[in-house]
């Protein structure tokens, strides 16, 4: 990677672990057992940044924006929304955010296809950025 630039390197959802246990990707986030579902699911998105870059306290943007596939639309509900930050220590040069999303009545439709889009930009300061990455697409219920 280029000493001056930040990348999305993944995008995944997993299903909520309990605390202290390590979550693993999924294709089904919110399934935990046979006609057992979770009001919720874990969206991570993990970052690097250029050895200058990472301590560079260059502002930036993360968005993930939520589709779902089988109908063709954009589903804002369930889009996550991250605060802007300044790529530096501690969080930088391997950043990852886990954001839990809740499953209200309505937010989605069970058995459709999803997927997150990410987005990772900056232009203010000496170095652009601009980096996009889709999720696998998953299935809630």
């Known amino acids: 990677m280029n000493p001056t630039d930040a990348q999305i390197v993944r995008v995944y959802t997993q299903v909520t672990p309990p605390p202290g246990v390590a979550g693993v990707a999924e294709a089904s986030p919110n399934f935990i057992g046979p006609g057992a579902f979770a009001p919720t699911f874990d969206v991570v998105v993990e970052a690097e940044a250029g050895a200058i870059l990472a301590f560079s306290g260059q502002p930036y943007n993360l968005v993930l924006y939520a589709y779902d596939v089988t109908q063709g639309v954009r589903v804002p509900p369930l889009d996550v929304p991250l605060p802007g930050g300044f790529i530096g220590p501690p969080s930088w040069p391997s950043f990852q955010q886990v954001t839990t999303i809740p499953l209200g009545a309505g937010l989605y439709i069970p058995g459709d296809v999803y ?27």
């Open 115 to 141: 997927k997150y889009t990410a987005a990772l930009t900056s232009n203010v300061g000496p170095n652009a950025i601009a980096s996009f990455m889709d999720s696998p697409l998953f299935i809630l219920y």
